[in-house]
Antibody, heavy 117, light 110 residues
Framework: QVQLQQSGPGLVKPSQTLSLTCAIS??????????WNWIRQSPSRGLEWLGR?????????GYAVSVKSRITINPDTSKNQFSLQLNSVTPEDTAVYYC???????WGQGTLVTVSS | QSVLTQPPSVSGTPGQRVTISCSGS????????VNWYQQLPGTAPKLLIY???QRPSGVPDRFSDSRSGTSASLAISGLQSEDEADYYC???????????FGGGTKLTVL
């Protein structure tokens, strides 16, 4: 049974960087059969996949076109976790952010991130 | 504007059978399996159905899905009051190289 525990601030100022972390238990971030996603949900955009990272002899990352220029997802093997960084945020980035497993079968608890000055 | 299309709402009475449709394209539903999620207010979506009508442990067999071409449907039989929730479909999109979701369907049990 995989468990995902999210952490990070709930308030970010416009133009700054949103940073969230997802700690994994019950699996390894470096597993050759796993992948790790970030998804967000807002009333205006619904559920939106942001990107993923996974390890297949080397690290791979894939990002949604809508955020590709602003997003970085990184693994942290020493802490068995992965992170999301979203740069140059605007109020449009206000949403509940979730980390999920490869098939979105397990979800973190969600973090409401509000972008406001 | 979600990539997968779902009806905004459906309703039914206790004991009834309801279906929720999900329409996509050849790059998502037409070539990959569909997942269905149930979301209760204030909680994360919960996986209901995956990989061609498979149910995670604990999900009753009142929930089932089917697929035809570029569309899928979630069926809920023996409707219960606790089924009142938002339901989402999702699939991997090979053209976008990412997961795509439906806009969600609110199920009301009358």
């Amino acid at each position: 049974q995989v468990q995902l525990q999210q952490s990070g601030p709930g308030l970010v100022k416009p133009s700054q960087t949103l940073s969230l972390t997802c700690a994994i238990s019950g699996d390894s971030v470096s597993s050759n059969s796993a992948a790790w996603n970030w998804i967000r949900q807002s009333p205006s955009r619904g559920l939106e996949w942001l990107g993923r990272t996974y390890y297949r002899s080397k690290w791979y990352r894939g990002y949604a076109v809508s955020v590709k220029s602003r997003i970085t997802i990184n693994p942290d093997t020493s802490k068995n976790q992965f992170s999301l960084q979203l740069n140059s945020v605007t109020p449009e980035d206000t949403a509940v952010y979730y980390c999920t497993t490869k098939e979105n079968d397990y979800w973190g608890q969600g973090t409401l991130v509000t972008v406001s000055s | 504007q979600s990539v997968l299309t779902q009806p905004p709402s459906v309703s039914g009475t206790p004991g009834q059978r309801v279906t929720i449709s999900c329409s996509g394209s050849s790059s998502n539903i037409g070539s990959n399996t569909v997942n269905w999620y149930q979301q209760l207010p204030g909680t994360a979506p919960k996986l209901l159905i995956y990989k061609n009508n498979q149910r995670p442990s604990g999900v009753p067999d009142r929930f089932s899905d089917s697929r035809s071409g570029t569309s899928a449907s979630l069926a809920i039989s023996g409707l219960q009051s606790e089924d009142e929730a938002d339901y989402y479909c999702a699939a991997w999109d090979g053209s976008l190289n990412g997961w795509v979701f439906g806009g969600g369907t609110k199920l009301t049990v009358l």
